[in-house]
């Protein structure tokens, strides 16, 4: 039996055996994780369909979970040496909601240490490649379920983004990826990173995929006081309104955008405008505002949620903190400190509620906005070290729906000249799911993006 | 020379007042923690485990609120919880979930009878704002140990703007605070148990000195009971003077008590303002209360020690007896019952007292009958107390008629004019008697009977 490329909706109609899509899974990731470095633990004991899984909403199907995120039996180190051994004796929300779902946990990939990071270079545990070139980066932090889900490995994967770690890497890699409105789905047992910004979500082979997790992922929890207390839609469902939208397209988003990444942008617009959506011309904040106050206010965070790993309790002392962590807990402590508050943080918040109301006012006039979601495609494996802020450069185009909190989704849209995924990314409004969801599976349509290929690659 | 003359002391002080909410200030864990086992009550979020999320507890934002109102304290009705960070092994998160520039309530005032001059003080109270407990240190040897239980624990914090200049005026607002917080009902209040925690700040100045506040403050900890809060603001006082009358200044810096020694000792030196590093808590969001929700918080009001105090009296109880009786709620709350029961009851009862409640009351207050009993034996006591008794007129008869046989001296004085002499007659009756007599009565069949024979 062959379920590469079979994503896990047509899995569910399928009907098939869950051992065999189990055994299926697990023995393909046991063959070709050593060629990506996708995943940093796979359970051992061969997952078995359990009992009270089969027949339930995801009957046992495999899924993988960014290695940021709490299992109760399975070890979770956000890819860092700090956690090498850590086992959470609680789940995340998401996790519980998975498993109460019917999913199996096949395993848990590989990030950037701490998700600090827009490559999975900085990972304690080795990069993760990207499947369509192994000497390419799958992109970052959520890098290993971006590339576990390309290469076939499982049918779908769960990642986290604090601003632009589910659509870079997704983008990259050519899957599915959505980042929700801050506060629809839990962040309660996700290892923190920038908690005003941290919000996990699908990566996936098809936006569908990604409808039908988001709805199992999403809603209040009692344990996040920042989740919404907003019913949830059915985003599955809606996708087949057949809406037709009018799509902003802003020119600050284009500004060093390379030349293969505007050819699909381009032929993306005219397929939209084929669809029977309106494109209508905006302007926005130029992104890179975004950067600065993402460096600012992460960091800041970033400094404070990290002080807990301070050698008393998790086994290995703070020197075990890479480069990119220190960098970062010092940016932000200064940051944070007597006299410097006012003057980086709070300017920060401030310029954040700028991002947002920009937005806000734009979504009075379109429905939704429509950007690449990189500006490039994947770097070689190396090449950050020859940018100074790598992440910030790359995820620039990912940052201002992060700083504003909404909902954003990319999926893939051609390949470049080097034969490396392009993605493009839809934005929408606070809890706009539905909408971005339905643009994206109507282009999606008419791109027919060939998934099969790269999973080829990897008998 | 008088040392008061010279200098004088400026103290300021921070209360914390443990709640004593069912559950932590972030999650749902039992608040239930002294005397457990060590880190039996903990839960992901008290050891500050990776993912955990604080999620805030109502009921201790509610007291928090309520104890800054009845402190006469403003309520920011837009607030937040802030991260203060400081790395200290009791302190998992490696920071404390506090309240920063936007605390629930802000500029009240408390007042109190000083013991030093006799008439009122009015204390400023800077803020009241809630935060979380940390855990405990437990020193074993060359060994610390960390205890988690206390972790998350809610605790209102009170400053106070440095209005001390004596330590038994702190001594006397403690213990009238102590009793305004058992009134709330929010605390135990206890500082023996740590349920109430005293740091003061003092510094000194001299009485010529044109600037209001010197420069530098001390900050003591470990006081954990009023008397040892009084011996450590006088130590300091002390300590401090001698400094600065030996041309130095005070190092600014934390001392701890040493309860044995009755010394302080130096823990940490601040120099210069500490880098918390505050910001707002981003797993949070801000407050905006509404009405309806201050409201539940002027409903929760209970009636106040000292409001308790002027109705007792207005009831006619002495001023003493009815301040005595408002110390404790309980008995106060019990006092009162039995007041609502004795005086629906049919009993006729007589009193000394202006009023039948000064009577109780000074019943209470002397101990005369104890009211730690069950009430309804406490008021049958009072009842019986207070009811006049039945004379036997038969035996009156004959114990007059004996007095006046036995006690001839009196009954000739009395004969002679000297009116006074009958007191002692009567008494010698009541006191056969046993009290089972009106006096009143006693004296007129006394007067029929001497001068009738």
């Known amino acids: 039996m062959d379920f590469r490329g079979i994503s896990l909706t047509e899995l569910l109609v399928q009907k098939n055996n869950p051992q ?95 998700a600090h990071g827009s490559s999975t270079e900085t990972s304690d545990f080795g990069i993760t490649t990207n499947p369509y070139n192994v000497a390419f980066v799958a992109g970052g932090s959520s890098g290993g379920s971006a590339a576990a889900v390309a290469a076939g490995l499982v049918p779908a994967a769960i990642g986290t983004e604090t601003a632009g770690s589910i659509r870079g890497p997704a983008s990259w890699s050519g899957v599915v990826g959505l980042k929700p409105t801050y506060g629809r789905v839990s962040r309660y047992g996700i290892i923190a990173m920038g908690s005003s910004w941290d919000c996990p979500g699908p990566i996936t082979q098809t936006v569908e995929d990604a409808a039908l997790l988001l709805e199992i992922l999403a809603g209040v929890d009692r344990y996040d006081a920042t989740s919404i207390n907003a019913p949830v839609e059915r985003y599955k469902k809606q996708l087949e309104e057949n809406k037709k939208f009018t799509i902003g397209v802003a020119d600050e988003y284009f500004d060093g955008v390379d030349k293969d990444v505007m050819k699909s ?27 600065s106050v993402y460096m600012l206010l992460q960091r800041s965070e970033v400094s404070s949620n990290l002080g807990r790993y301070d050698g008393i309790r998790y086994g290995k002392n703070r020197s075990y903190f890479g480069q990119e962590a220190q960098r970062r807990i010092m940016l932000g402590s200064y940051a944070l400190s007597t006299g410097y508050y006012d003057k980086y943080y709070k300017k920060a918040q401030k310029v954040r509620y700028i991002i947002r109301e920009d937005f806000e006012k734009v979504f009075q006039d379109v429905d939704i906005i429509f950007a690449p979601t990189m500006p490039i495609t994947a770097t070689r494996i190396g090449d950050i070290s020859s940018f100074s802020f790598y992440g910030e450069q790359m995820d620039v185009l990912a940052e201002p729906a992060a700083a504003a909190g909404i909902p954003a989704i990319t999926i893939p849209a051609g390949i470049d000249h080097k034969g490396l995924p392009i993605g493009v990314q839809f934005m929408g409004p606070y809890l706009g799911e539905s909408l971005i969801l339905q643009a994206a599976y109507q282009l999606e349509k008419e791109i027919q993006f060939d998934r099969l290929s790269v999973m080829k690659k990897y008998e | 020379m008088n040392n008061q003359k010279e200098f004088i002391p400026v103290i300021g002080l921070e209360i914390h007042v443990q709640l004593a909410t069912k559950t932590k200030l972030f999650d749902r864990g039992s608040a239930d923690w002294f005397g457990k086992k060590p880190n039996t009550v903990v839960g992901p979020l008290a050891l500050g485990l990776p993912g955990t999320l604080p999620v805030p507890n109502k009921k201790a934002i509610q007291w928090a609120m309520l104890l800054g109102k009845s402190l006469n304290c403003k309520i920011n009705k837009i607030s937040k919880f802030d991260r203060k960070h400081y790395f200290y092994p009791d302190l998992p998160k490696a920071y404390q979930i506090s309240q920063y520039d936007q605390p629930f309530s802000y500029d009240g005032y408390f007042e109190f009878i000083s013991p030093v001059t006799g008439t009122k003080k009015n204390i400023t109270i800077t803020r009241v704002h809630l935060e979380e407990d940390t855990g405990k240190l437990i020193h074993q040897g060359n060994e610390t140990l960390i205890d988690f239980n206390r972790s998350g624990v809610p605790l209102a914090e009170i400053v106070t703007e440095p209005d001390f200049d004596n330590s038994d005026d702190v001594k006397r607002f403690l213990e009238e605070l102590q009793v305004h917080v058992r009134y709330l009902g929010i605390s135990d209040a206890d500082m023996e148990k740590g349920s109430m925690r005293l740091e003061p700040n003092i510094s000194v100045r001299h009485r010529k000195s044109e600037q209001k506040l010197p420069n530098y403050k001390v900050e003591i900890k470990n006081i954990n009971s009023f008397r040892y809060a009084k011996q450590a603001i006088e130590f300091e006082i002390k300590r401090q003077e001698h400094l600065i009358r030996s041309g130095e200044t005070p190092v600014q810096e934390t001392r701890g008590y040493d309860e044995f020694k009755g010394v302080t000792f130096s ?32 409903d929760m009001m209970p009636e106040l020690p000292h409001e308790r105090l002027a109705r007792f ?13 408002t110390r404790s709620k309980s008995i106060s709350d019990t006092y009162e019952l039995i007041i609502k029961e004795i005086k629906s009851s049919v009993e006729k009862l007589t009193h000394k007292s202006k009023t039948l409640e000064g009577e109780i009351a000074k019943l209470i207050v002397n101990k005369k009958v104890s009211i730690e009993k069950d009430t309804r034996s406490v008021i049958k006591e009072i009842i019986q107390q207070l009811t006049p008794q039945e004379t036997n007129e038969e035996e009156l008869i004959q114990v007059i008629e004996s007095v006046i046989e036995t006690n001839q001296k009196p009954v ?32 007129k069949s006394l007067e029929k009977k001497l001068t009738d024979t």
Do not use: C
Request: charged fraction near 25%; charge should be positive; avoid cysteine.
């Open chain 2, 267 to 298: 823990q940490r030196r601040k120099e210069g303002a500490e880098d918390y590093r505050y910001f707002p808590e981003p797993d949070i969001p801000p407050f905006i209360f509404d009405d309806d929700f201050l409201k539940v918080i002027d």
């Open chain 2, 313 to 325: 009296i207005a009831q006619g109880i002495k001023p003493g007896d009815a301040y005595v009786l």
């Open chain 1, 20 to 114: 065999d899509v189990i055994n299926y899974f697990y023995n393909r990731t046991k063959r070709h994780n050593d060629a990506i470095n996708a995943y940093l633990y796979v359970d051992e004991s061969e997952p078995i369909a359990k009992k009270n899984r089969v027949s339930s909403l995801l009957n046992a199907i495999p899924l993988a979970l960014k290695d940021n995120i709490l299992t109760k039996h399975q070890p979770t180190t956000a890819a860092s040496q700090i956690l090498s051994n850590f086992m959470s004796p609680y789940a995340a929300t998401i996790t519980h909601k998975l498993t109460q779902a019917g999913a199996t946990i096949l395993g848990k990939t590989n990030m950037d240490a701490w």
């Open chain 1, 265 to 291: 942008v381009d032929s993306s617009l005219s397929r939209l405008t084929k669809l029977g959506h309106r494109i209508k011309k905006i302007h926005l904040m130029h992104p890179k505002y975004a950067i």
């Open chain 2, 412 to 443: 000739q004085d009395f004969k002679n004019g000297k009116e006074n002499s009958i007191t002692f007659l009567i008494g010698q009756v009541m006191k056969t008697m046993k009290g089972k007599a009106d006096p009143v009565g006693v004296r």
